[in-house]
C-alpha cells in the first residue's frame, strides 16, 4: 500500500477523485424512467472523454474475470455490485447504484452513490439511508491510531441494529497509483482489531448493505453480483485520506450529498 504524504500527489489524487464524484453530479439529472443504464454509461464515457480522463474499469480484467465493458457499474435493485450497463429500462421505483472510477494523471479515483428513479419504495429508501449512514459511521472512525475493525465494526453495528446484512465477499480497498491495492477494508469486524491507520493511507469505503440475507450470487455474465435472496441492496462509496488528525474525503464535488448530521455537528476533521 502507497503512503502518500507528498503535496503536489495529494493535490493530483484529489484531482482525479473530485472528477470521478463530479461525474456522478453530471449524471444525475439523467436517471429517469425509461433511460437505459447502457445510455446513461455513454453519457458517463463522453463526459470523462471531455474531462480528458480515462474510466479505470473499460477493460478491467482481474485473474478469473473477462474484461469489464462499462464505463461505469450499474447496479438495480438487487444486484450488490458491478452491474454491467447495457439495454435494461429503468423504471420508477428502482435503486439504482452508479459506481464510476477514473484516472487522472496516473492517479485513480473511485467513488459511488445511490439514485432513486422516479419516486422510491418506502424500503429502498430507507435501505439507502441507512447504508449512506453506514458508510459515514466508518469515514467517522478514521484517524491515525484506529484500526480496520473499528471501521467495519461501526458499519456492521449500524447496519444489523436495523435488520439489514452486511455483504462479506467485497470490501473496500487501497487505492491511488492502483485500482485496488491493500488494505482490505471489510465492512464488518471487531474494534481494535486488523492494520492501524497512519497519515498517508488512502483508501476506499463502500460498504454493501442488503435489505434481506447477507448472501450472494454471481451472475452467468461474469460480473454482477446479486443477492442470493433477491431482497434489495445498496452501496454507497468514498476515497479517503488518513490526515494527521483524522481524515479529508477526496470524493467531493458540488452536488455530493451532505453527510449526515452526525458528522457535520461535530466535526473534527475535512469533508470538503
Ligand atoms: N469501482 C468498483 C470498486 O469500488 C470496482 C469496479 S470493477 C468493475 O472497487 F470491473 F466491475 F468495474
Ligand atoms: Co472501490
Ligand atoms: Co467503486
Redesign the pocket.
Known sequence: MGIVTDQAELAQMRAACQTAATILDYIAPFIKPGVTTGELDRLCLEKMTEFGVKSA?IG?APPGHTP?P?AI?TSVNHQI??GIPGDKVLKSGDALNI?V?VIKDGWFG?T?RMFHVGEPTILSRRLTDITFDCLWLGIQQVRPGATLGDIGHAIQKYAEKHGFSVVREFCG?GVGRK??EDPQVLHYGKPGTGVKLVPGMIF?I?PMINAGRREIRQLADG?TVVTRDHSLSAQW?HTVLVTEDGYEVLTTSPEMQAPPAFITESTPTTVA
Open positions: 474499469t478491467y469489464f462499462g457499474c455490485c458491478h459506481d472510477t473511485d459511488s480497498h485500482f485496488h476506499t463502500e460480473w462509496e
